[in-house]
């Protein structure tokens, strides 16, 4: 994994932000600061702290809540307010969202590896990730969680509540109890969590006269290692042209999106650029890989939800004329944030760059026109988000019964094909056209 570094201080982010609409940061990855309010001079604040300070005086002694206007509380409203008003990306982190936001840009959490989702007011589990403590227990899809170290899972409580209960410190204990509806049993589990690795990776398959299918759904530590895992196990089966999907792909690590276009690159040739506020802040990301690059083609799926990393990949291998681009404009989230760590566990995400794809191009605020448009319904993007994250339900019945819609046409994915059945016809005629001369 590569470590490259803002002025080797900063964690380079590109991902969603939980609670903001539609709002995506990019972060650095590198180390973290240990102590962020000491990293720089002090300016002169003196006027402008001291103004702070009366107002929080004043508050304190005035407001008729006690509690509210502690000076604690009154400190970190401050901090939420002079941060989140300078740009939709940047934040100050609480001690728990900011714990939270490191789990989501690691891939790694302390669980016991079971997919769980909310149905009809209960909490069904979906899959067992192989070789975690749920996987190994025997817990399967469609068993319900009632209850979780003794407490029932109250209706209202289930989906982020259950995922937070589950996971916890690595080596711990969890007490699951559990409905399996295909025996009409109650199971009662004690089991340990550990550290559980997220894929991002959530469909790899061959669809057919060689055309490989990879989805990416975020872009977190491990995100090329499982890629890079995808396309050997995919060129092994035979591929010879490769979709690559980052539909609803709502970002993550700068690093892990260079990691991901880098096989498509030679060594030395640049992916993305990113540009601070001074002249000197530039900073070139380029191909590190020895050997020859993955030279066959490439068809990227975007839509508006694709945002951030995925942008980076999709900026990258269209600016240089290694794929071509279909679906609907991407959301356009050109902006890179670095990620300060706090006192108590508090943390700081901050503006601090825009990047750019090879050429010098800006997406921000205008994002990546496909070369292939094709625009889906509403309807369209609801359904099919929920059959791409059930690639397992390939039985029509079984996943009717748990839609309540049967499967629908993947036009963008349809367009993409005939895109690269395209390509291997040209390149096909070219050939003959060579041989006769």
């Known amino acids: 994994m590569r470590m490259a570094t803002l002025a080797g201080m900063f ?32 300016r002169d604040l003196s006027k402008s702290s001291a103004y702070v300070r009366e107002v929080m005086q004043l508050v304190n002694e ?24 300078l740009d939709p990306h940047s934040e100050f982190l609480e001690a ?40 190994r227990a ?28 589950l996971r916890g410190k690595p080596k711990t204990h969890v007490a699951v109890g559990l409905y399996r509806p295909v025996t009409h049993k109650n199971l009662n589990l004690t089991l340990v969590r550990e550290v559980i690795k997220i894929a991002s990776v959530r469909d790899v398959r061959l669809l057919g006269e060689g055309i490989g299918y990879v989805q990416l759904t975020e872009f977190s530590e491990h995100t090329g290692e499982q890629f890079g895992k995808a396309l050997d196990q995919l060129i092994e089966q035979g591929m010879t042209s490769l979709v690559l999907d980052l539909r609803n792909n709502p970002g993550g ?25 001074k002249p000197g802040d530039r900073e070139d990301m380029r191909a590190e890989r020895d050997g020859a690059p993955l030279n066959l083609p490439v068809a990227v799926l975007i839509n508006a939800g694709s945002a951030s990393a995925a942008e980076v990949v999709t900026g990258a291998l269209k600016d240089t004329g290694r794929a071509v681009v279909v679906g609907e404009r991407s959301f356009g989230k050109g ?10 566990g508090e943390g700081l ?6 990047y750019y794809t090879p050429s010098g191009v800006s997406i921000h605020e205008k994002g990546i026109a496909p070369q292939v448009e094709v625009i889906m319904t509403p309807d369209e993007d609801d359904k099919l988000s929920r059959q791409h994250a059930r690639p397992d339900l390939a039985n029509p019945v079984e996943f009717k019964d748990r839609f309540g819609f049967e499967p629908i046409e993947d036009r963008q994915l349809d367009a993409a094909l005939d895109v690269l059945k395209g390509v291997r016809l040209l390149g096909e005629r070219s050939v003959v056209r060579v041989s006769m001369k």
Not at 256 to 277: C, M, S
Request: charge should be negative; avoid cysteine.
């Open 138 to 165: 025997g817990i399967q899809r469609g068993d319900v969680i009632v209850s979780i170290d003794g407490k029932p899972v109250e209706s209202t409580a289930v989906g982020d509540s259950v995922v937070s209960q």
């Open 349 to 354: 995400r901050l503006t601090t760059a825009r």
């Open 253 to 277: 690590l700068l690093d892990a999106a260079v990691d991901v276009a880098e096989p498509f690159f030679k060594k030395g040739e640049l992916i993305v650029y990113t540009q601070g506020r």
């Open 11 to 42: 964690k380079r982010i590109l991902t969603l932000t939980a609670g903001m609409v539609l709002g995506v940061a990019l972060v650095f990855a590198g180390r973290r600061v240990a102590a962020a309010w000491n990293l720089f001079p002090p």
């Open 62 to 85: 005035n407001y008729v809540d006690e509690k509210s206007a502690a000076y604690d509380q009154l400190a970190k409203y401050a901090m939420h307010g002079m941060v989140e008003s």
């Open 335 to 344: 902006s890179v944030q670095s990620v300060f760590t706090l006192k108590n």
């Open 96 to 135: 728990k969202d900011n714990k939270e936001f490191e789990e989501d840009l690691t891939g790694e959490f302390g669980g016991i590896g079971i997919e769980v989702e909310s149905r009809n007011g209960r909490a069904i589990v979906i899959a067992s990730i192989a070789d975690t403590p749920g996987a």
